[in-house]
């Protein structure tokens, strides 16, 4: 009867551990996307998208689509716009970290996860898919300009840079460095 009674009891103590890590589980991803609903009321990516372009104004705007509700070019449906859309909204991806910016650059270059038709931003209230179109102009940017967008990106969405530091940032020199030497130096 004791051993009936512990391996009931070991079962519920199991079964009961399940049930709080799940709701754990559960509870992190809730305020995990709760953190990034917060970030994105802060700052709209209908704002952002502008910012992007003052701060890069060679990034392709990729928004000579036509909208199907009006029949004319959607101006402010641009590649920046979409980018964002994706990153934030589709992925659900944190838009402060370096990192996960470049996993969307990634899946736009074919490298990470599939990217799909019908949830890509834009492809329910444009004629045309843009897709296609904007994965090729990203495809096109150099490395240092996809550097430069995923920097500027967090700029604008982390302005306290508390993740980033000057030592992170790409750089825009086209001038060779010096190598740095005496780093051993300092350790003494």
Same mark, same amino acid.
């Given at each position: 009867?004791?051993?009936?009674?512990?391996?009931?009891?070991?079962?519920?103590?199991?079964? %009961?551990?399940?049930?709080?890590?799940?709701?754990?589980?559960?509870?992190?991803?809730?305020?995990?996307?709760?953190?990034?609903?917060?970030?994105?009321?802060?700052?709209?990516? %209908?704002?952002?998208?502008?910012?992007?372009?003052?701060?890069?104004?060679?990034?392709?705007?990729?928004?000579?689509?036509?909208?199907?509700?009006?029949?004319?070019?959607?101006?402010?449906?641009?590649?920046?716009?979409?980018? @964002?859309?994706?990153?934030?909204?589709?992925?659900?991806?944190?838009?402060?970290?370096?990192?996960?910016?470049?996993?969307?650059?990634?899946?736009?270059?074919?490298? #990470?996860?599939?990217?799909?038709?019908?949830?890509?931003?834009?492809?329910? @209230?444009?004629?045309? #898919?843009?897709?296609?179109?904007?994965?090729?102009?990203?495809?096109?940017?150099?490395?240092?300009?996809?550097?430069?967008?995923?920097?500027?990106?967090?700029?604008?969405?982390?302005?306290?840079?508390?993740?980033?530091? #000057?030592? %992170?940032?790409? %750089?825009?020199?086209?001038?060779?460095?010096?190598?740095?030497?005496?780093?051993?130096?300092?350790?003494?």
């Amino acid at each position: 009867m004791v051993v009936k009674f512990n391996s009931a009891l070991i079962m519920v103590l199991v079964v %009961s551990g399940l049930v709080v890590g799940l709701g754990t589980s559960q509870l992190y991803q809730s305020s995990f996307i709760g953190i990034q609903s917060a970030l994105a009321q802060r700052i709209s990516p %209908s704002e952002v998208w502008q910012l992007v372009y003052q701060q890069l104004p060679d990034l392709p705007k990729e928004n000579q689509y036509i909208s199907k509700e009006t029949g004319k070019k959607a101006e402010n449906n641009t590649l920046a716009n979409r980018l @964002i859309r994706y990153h934030v909204y589709v992925k659900e991806r944190s838009p402060i970290y370096r990192f996960d910016w470049k996993l969307t650059m990634a899946d736009y270059l074919g490298a #990470n996860e599939v990217m799909y038709d019908t949830t890509y931003p834009g492809s329910d @209230i444009l004629r045309e #898919n843009p897709i296609e179109g904007d994965r090729a102009a990203i495809s096109r940017l150099s490395r240092r300009q996809r550097d430069a967008l995923v920097q500027t990106l967090v700029d604008i969405f982390n302005p306290n840079g508390q993740n980033t530091t #000057n030592e %992170s940032r790409p %750089s825009t020199s086209t001038t060779p460095q010096k190598p740095q030497t005496g780093g051993a130096e300092l350790l003494k």
